[in-house]
């Protein structure tokens, strides 16, 4: 184990102390206010949540709706739905009128052709990066408790694996945006 450097440890210490008084507080409230039970789907790590529908599990929700590779696919959806609203005011323009259109809102070349690429190429590059951070965390960790002799070389591999591939695709999207202006 590597040894703790003295700085951190005076932070960790100072950081403890602050943390009595919340902690106190914390105590007070669950032992006076009486706890809601936690549905029986969620897992003890996770907040409590609910069903956001009848028929979608919470499960479902986290790691389906909510995953990289959905979240990639809608930017593309809302890519192209912008893409038909540049065209729809495009086509409308000489029929309605400057005026008209400029009352519609988000019709005006500049946030056609250089806000709407940059908003969803922000969300997507964050998304990205995001995917990068947490597969090398993840690999890192992986490092930690393989040395502990808690996982597998294999598991290692596979955690490695991933953190390239994620780090190889948040390189090629960084190659490959540029910010309209």
């Known amino acids: 184990m590597k040894s703790i450097q003295p700085k951190f440890i005076r932070f960790a210490v100072i950081g403890g102390l602050l943390l009595i008084p919340v902690a106190s507080a914390g105590f007070w409230w669950t032992s006076s206010v009486a706890q809601l039970p936690k549905p029986e789907n969620v897992s003890q790590d996770s907040p409590s949540l609910s ?69 969803v190429g922000s969300v997507e590059g964050t998304l990205k990066k995001q995917a990068y951070q947490i597969a090398k965390l993840e690999f890192e960790l992986a490092q930690e408790q393989y040395q502990d002799g808690e996982i597998s070389q294999a598991v290692l591999e596979q955690k490695e694996a991933s953190y390239r591939r994620a780090e190889q695709d948040f390189q090629a999207f960084w190659n490959s945006f540029t910010p309209a202006d």
């Open 51 to 119: 069903p956001i529908h009848p028929d979608e599990p919470v499960e479902d929700t986290l790691n389906e709706r909510f995953s990289l590779s959905n979240s990639l696919e809608r930017i593309q959806q809302i890519k192209n739905a912008l893409s038909s609203f540049q065209q729809l005011t495009e086509t409308s323009q000489p029929i309605l009128g400057d005026r008209k259109i400029a009352e519609i809102g988000h019709t005006d070349w500049e946030t056609q052709h250089l806000g709407f690429p940059n908003w």
